[in-house]
């Protein structure tokens, strides 16, 4: 392997953490999570994705993922805005 084709790997790399963890870190707190029984940590980080997902889907309102996450939180409105881009396959 050369010097520019590892390049390209290690951008990709980072360009995953950037896009995805640092999204769950800023957001949504992920590295001051003190959930640690059982399958917890697994079923809220599942959840948490699941959010990142939806919030990014939602382009009405240009803020970040924090922001649209503690907009939520205010009114049902804006909540049900980005939990009708839930695909659930019921009808």
């Keep these: 392997m050369g010097a520019g084709e590892y390049g390209k790997c290690k951008r990709a790399h ?3 953490e950037n896009s ?7 957001g949504f707190r992920e590295d001051e999570s003190r959930i640690r029984a059982g399958n917890a940590a ?3 980080n599942v959840l948490r994705h699941i959010g990142t997902n939806l919030l990014k ?5 240009k803020m970040g993922i ?3 996450r503690k907009k ?3 009114g049902p409105d804006y909540l049900y805005k980005v939990l009708g ?3 659930t396959g019921l009808d």
């Design 72 to 74: 939520c939180g205010y």
């Design 14 to 16: 980072w360009g995953i």
């Design 57 to 61: 889907q939602e382009k009405s309102c």
């Design 20 to 26: 995805l963890h640092w999204v769950l870190d800023i």
């Design 85 to 87: 881009g839930l695909n």
């Design 42 to 44: 697994e079923n809220v």
């Design 66 to 68: 924090a922001s649209k």
